[in-house]
C-alpha cells in the first residue's frame, strides 16, 4: 500500500532531548505504522540554530513509507519574511508551492500547483490547533486535529500528537501528495516559523 493511498494519519512527535531536529511517526487509523516525517539537517545547520532564529533558517522534511522509501520532501530557502515551501514527490520534481498569509493566530497555507493555479487552502486556529483543509472551490476537504473520536482515541492521549483526515478523494494523485504533504508537516512547519 502506497503511503499517499489513505485519507487518514495521526501523527506522533518522537521526543529528542536536544530536538535540534523534528521527527514524527506516522500512523494509520488502526494505530499501525505507516512511516514517518524526519527533518534533515547539516552540521552547519545545527550550529545556526544556536545563534539565529529559526523562522529565517532553512528546512527541508522528509516524508517516508514504513520501509523507509521517500514519499515527499518539503523544503524552504532562507527567509525573512512570509516564506514560500516547496513540495516535490518522491522523484525529487517539484509538484506545489505553498504561501503562508501573514494572519494575527491564524495561520492561512495557500497550496499551488507548478503552473502557480490554487489547488487547496489550509486555515486554521493556531491557539486552539484546529485547521480546515479546502480545494480551489473553497470546500472543506479535510481536518487537521488534536481533538480525535473513535479507535485512534486509544492509542494516542498526549498534545503533541495530531490527526490529518481528508474527507473526500482528489482528481489528481499529485494535488493530493502535496495538500496531504502540506497538512502532515503543519506542524513543523508552524514551529519553524516561530
Known amino acids: ?19 535540534f531536529e523534528n521527527e514524527y ?13 524526519k527533518q ?20 527541508h522534511l522528509e516524508i517516508k513509507d514504513a520501509n523507509e522509501v521517500l514519499q515527499a520532501s518539503i523544503s524552504r530557502g532562507w527567509t525573512f519574511w512570509l516564506p514560500k515551501i516547496s513540495i516535490k514527490d518522491s522523484n525529487a520534481m517539484q509538484i506545489a508551492i505553498v504561501e503562508q498569509k501573514l494572519a494575527f493566530m491564524k495561520p492561512t497555507f ?3 500547483n ?29 481536518i487537521v486535529t488534536k481533538k480525535w ?12 500528537k495530531y490527526n490529518v483526515s481528508l474527507t473526500t478523494d482528489l482528481a489528481k494523485p499529485e494535488d493530493k501528495i502535496a495538500i496531504l504533504a502540506s497538512a502532515i508537516t503543519i506542524d513543523m512547519v508552524l514551529k519553524e516559523s516561530k
Open 40 to 59: 534533515k539537517l547539516d552540521g552547519g545547520g545545527k550550529a545556526l540554530r544556536l545563534f539565529l532564529s529559526k523562522s529565517m533558517l532553512p528546512f
Open 110 to 112: 495557500n497550496i499551488f
Open 1 to 19: 500500500m502506497n503511503f499517499f493511498d489513505t485519507n487518514s494519519y495521526f501523527i506522533d512527535e518522537k521526543v529528542n532531548m536536544l530536538k
Open 149 to 160: 473520536a473513535g479507535v485512534a482515541k486509544e492509542f494516542f492521549t498526549t498534545a503533541d
Open 25 to 37: 511517526k506516522v500512523f494509520n487509523e488502526h494505530g499501525a505504522q505507516i512511516g514517518s516525517v
Open 114 to 142: 507548478n503552473n502557480h493555479i490554487l489547488i487547496g487552502v489550509i486555515t486554521g486556529d493556531w491557539k486552539a490547533w484546529n485547521f480546515t483543509m479546502f480545494d480551489a472551490n473553497k470546500n472543506q476537504i479535510g
